[in-house]
């Protein structure tokens, strides 16, 4: 069974500080994709990894993939209060039919 | 731009009802989802479809069956609504999910009385 894993379940952080929030997977999947959800909503989509050393900016949230690690991060710089959300890693692999597979979200709480 | 598209942002039905939610994608998407979200538990998938008149079971079926007649449209079915069912229902769609991103819908809020 694939697994997707995401560490830490919740953060609070202050305003301008910086934070990495981890997403370990079992596959040998080389394509990875970072959601946004905010409160209430739908799941937005922020990053899309496309293979190993794969690193994507926006604003203040950097992604890069270790596929050799299965390991994905998603680092936040200089935190404001509009990134607060839940931020979904999700993998998908051909070997495990037509499905993404979602950690279980990190709920991001930014602190004036 | 790809767009999901489900039927209702908001529904209240009465235990016992059927209940179809609606999802549309206008980007030609082969496989669509549906998923249910509640807190503390993520994104629980309930059923799949890969192709037209095509369905997979996901990790909670029960209680759910699914229809997609058209490319476009998946629908989700409750046969007969229960309070446990109350929650936070998504719609995506997508290409092969080893090929591209999941685009999801607004999300549907489903409160059974």
């Known amino acids: 069974e694939l697994k997707v894993e995401q560490n830490p379940l919740f953060l609070s952080m202050q305003e301008g500080k910086n934070y990495t929030i981890y997403c370990n997977y079992s596959t040998t999947s080389d394509r990875l994709y970072w959601y946004r959800q905010d409160p209430g909503k739908s799941l937005e989509s922020l990053f899309v990894?496309?293979?190993?050393?794969a690193v994507k900016q926006e604003g203040r949230l950097m992604a890069s993939l270790d596929t050799k690690a299965r390991l994905s991060t998603l680092h936040i710089t200089a935190a404001v209060h509009d990134l607060s959300a839940t931020y979904f890693c999700a993998v998908a692999d051909w070997n495990h039919g037509n499905q993404f597979y979602f950690g279980t979200g990190t709920s991001l709480t930014v602190i004036p | 731009d790809v767009k999901v598209t489900q039927s209702s942002r908001y529904l209240v039905k009465r235990t016992g009802e059927k209940v179809f939610l609606e999802c549309v994608q206008d980007m030609d998407h082969e496989n669509m989802f549906w998923y249910r979200q509640d807190p503390g538990l993520g994104l629980r998938l309930i059923y799949f479809s890969y192709d037209v008149k095509m369905k997979e079971k996901g990790d909670i079926p029960e209680g759910y069956s699914v229809s997609r007649e058209k490319k476009e449209r998946f629908s989700l079915i409750l046969e007969s609504a229960s309070t446990n069912q109350t929650s936070m229902y998504l719609c995506a769609s997508s290409l092969h999910p080893s090929q591209s991103q999941a685009f999801f819908g607004q999300g549907t809020r489903l409160t059974v009385v």
């Open positions: 990894l496309l293979s190993n050393g």
